[in-house]
């Protein structure tokens, strides 16, 4: 009897689990397709939650940054998005690009995952309530639904963080000190391989008797930002390290800043380094150009002063000079380990200005003792009239000074050609030339042991049938030689 009872319980049992297993037709396919729907909602679900746990990534921090200082720059925008719901703060930032879990539309992956899920829930919803399939994929319908709730105030709780971090609002002048700080290491890196190129510029120094035009092969002004950058670049370290103190706390906060701040900067103890070790070598070719040209010069001159080349001081000479004065003035005030002092240079740039008049002094020492009043020998009919009207202008220029004497030394010199002109733009013409020229040398008296020849020069103009006379030049004299 109680075997008996005993199987029939167990038939019972069997025949309600059995029940419990059965769902409707179409409903079981539904529940079967809805939970591996319910799978890869979970899967995309976690991916979704590990991501608002890790944060922003530093893309996103960017342009959260960015967004930031958007706001700051127009601040009725700013009260505005303060203002606004979570979910419409999500809105208009998805519309400037700037995707999170909330998004807007397509981009709102917590309202994508919800549509999902309210797909799931129609099936359970017309499926048993009390078969164990339905009850689990309900919890998990359940639990889904607040993973997501939790999920997307973590995520706009994160968010909001973030844009508290990035706000500059409490530092107006960071985007512009960084601008400057970056520019300091820009100018410093961008020295170094000019420092290199100058420190090779041994190599191409010229014999002793020819000028060396460095700056014909490392231009001024990258000699000039040598020496800016040598001279500055205590300064910018200390500039960048009193800053960097200044922005710790929006460094401490922000991970996008952070970033831009250490990006170029980290490496400015070492472009101080390099720029102090290389300093040296470079600097020290510069004070060996400056004696190079100190000894070119004093040649160049012992060469025109012998040979009576006045001109020579207004070419070479005056070239290699202003590559000394040009050499010098670059050269930075700094006092660098191993490197020449600027006074050096000074000394030399000095020493050669003073050896130029030295030389023109020797020059014109010479060419006024060896000057000589010119002949008069031209002998045309003209001469006493031609002379009358060189006095005329040497009386009116020079009124109560003595005249010595008056010589023309040579003949009329006459021109007659014709020549294209272009008068206006495009539009050319036949113009014909036709003069003569003739120079009358007036002798006065000049100060202390020296006279003076006053050249007046006399232009006749055939074909506007004027005549020119002018002083052309004035050459001294000693009075013994007259």
Same mark, same amino acid.
């Given at each position: 009897m109680l075997i008996r009872s005993f199987c029939v319980a167990f038939i019972l049992a069997a025949s309600v689990a059995a029940f419990a297993q059965q769902l409707p037709y179409g409903v079981r396919d539904d529940v079967k397709r809805q939970t591996q729907n319910m799978a890869e909602i979970e899967q995309e679900l976690s991916q979704l939650v590990a991501q608002v746990k890790a944060g922003p990534s530093p893309q996103q921090q960017a342009l959260l940054a960015q967004f930031q200082t958007m706001l700051n720059a127009n601040p009725q925008l700013k009260a505005q998005f303060e203002a606004a719901s979570p979910e419409e703060q999500a809105a208009f930032m998805a519309q400037m690009g700037i995707a999170t879990g909330a998004g807007s539309g397509q981009m709102n992956a917590y309202g994508w995952l919800s549509q999902r899920l309210d797909s799931v829930q129609a099936v359970i919803d017309r499926a048993p309530a009390e078969h164990p399939d339905v009850i689990a994929l309900q919890q998990r319908v359940n639990q889904a639904r607040e993973t997501i709730a939790s999920s997307e105030t973590a995520e706009a709780e994160s968010t909001q963080d973030a844009l508290a971090a990035n706000d500059l609002s409490e530092f107006p002048n960071f985007e512009q000190d960084l601008a400057t700080a970056e520019n300091m290491a820009t100018q410093i890196a961008s020295t170094l391989p000019v420092l290199q190129k100058l420190a090779g510029a041994r190599g191409n120094q010229p014999g002793s008797n020819d000028m060396w035009l460095l700056t014909n092969q490392i231009g001024s002004n990258e000699l000039?930002?040598?020496?800016?950058?040598?001279?500055?670049? *205590?300064?910018?370290?200390?500039?960048?390290?009193?800053?960097?103190?200044?922005?710790?706390?929006?460094?401490?906060?922000?991970?996008?800043?952070?970033?831009?701040?250490?990006?170029?900067?980290?490496?400015?103890?070492?472009?101080?380094?390099?720029?102090?070790?290389?300093?040296?070598?470079?600097?020290?070719?510069?004070?060996?150009?400056?004696?190079?040209?100190?000894?070119?010069?004093?040649?160049?001159?012992?060469?025109?002063?012998?040979?009576?080349?006045?001109?020579?001081?207004?070419?070479?000479?005056?070239?290699?000079?202003?590559?000394?004065?040009?050499?010098?003035?670059?050269?930075?005030?700094?006092?660098?380990?191993?490197?020449?002092?600027?006074?050096?240079?000074?000394?030399?740039?000095?020493?050669?200005?003073?050896?130029?008049?030295?030389?023109?002094?020797?020059?014109?020492?010479?060419?006024?003792?060896?000057?000589?009043?010119?002949?008069?020998?031209?002998?045309?009919?003209?001469?006493?009239?031609?002379?009358?009207?060189?006095?005329?202008?040497?009386?009116?220029?020079?009124?109560?000074?003595?005249?010595?004497?008056?010589?023309?030394?040579?003949?009329?010199?006459?021109?007659?050609?014709?020549?294209?002109?272009?008068?206006?733009?495009?539009?050319?013409?036949?113009?014909?030339?036709?003069?003569?020229?003739?120079?009358?040398?007036?002798?006065?008296?000049?100060?202390? *042991?020296?006279?003076?020849?006053?050249?007046?020069?006399?232009?006749?103009?055939?074909?506007?049938?004027?005549?020119?006379?002018?002083?052309?030049?004035?050459?001294?004299?000693?009075?013994?030689?007259?």
């Open positions: 000039r930002g040598v020496q800016q950058t040598l001279d500055n670049a *205590d300064g910018y370290m200390s500039q960048i390290q009193a800053w960097d103190q200044q922005y710790q706390p929006l460094l401490g906060r922000s991970m996008t800043f952070r970033n831009r701040w250490y990006a170029n900067l980290q490496y400015m103890p070492q472009l101080i380094a390099k720029l102090n070790a290389d300093a040296p070598a470079a600097l020290n070719i510069l004070l060996l150009n400056l004696q190079h040209n100190e000894r070119v010069i004093a040649q160049m001159i012992e060469y025109a002063t012998s040979r009576r080349m006045a001109a020579y001081f207004d070419g070479g000479i005056a070239q290699v000079s202003r590559e000394i004065d040009l050499i010098e003035g670059v050269y930075p005030e700094k006092m660098i380990p191993n490197a020449p002092r600027k006074s050096e240079l000074s000394a030399i740039k000095q020493a050669v200005a003073q050896t130029i008049t030295n030389g023109l002094a020797s020059l014109d020492d010479l060419v006024v003792a060896e000057q000589r009043m010119p002949p008069d020998n031209y002998g045309g009919d003209d001469a006493d009239a031609l002379k009358q009207k060189a006095t005329a202008l040497i009386e009116r220029r020079f009124p109560g000074e003595e005249i010595l004497d008056v010589a023309i030394c040579c003949d009329w010199e006459t021109e007659n050609y014709e020549e294209l002109v272009e008068r206006v733009p495009g539009q050319w013409v036949k113009q014909r030339f036709h003069y003569r020229d003739i120079q009358i040398g007036v002798l006065m008296p000049g100060e202390g *042991d020296r006279a003076v020849i006053r050249v007046v020069g006399i232009r006749q103009n055939f074909v506007t049938d004027k005549e020119l006379v002018e002083l052309l030049r004035e050459l001294p004299m000693l009075k013994e030689n007259i």
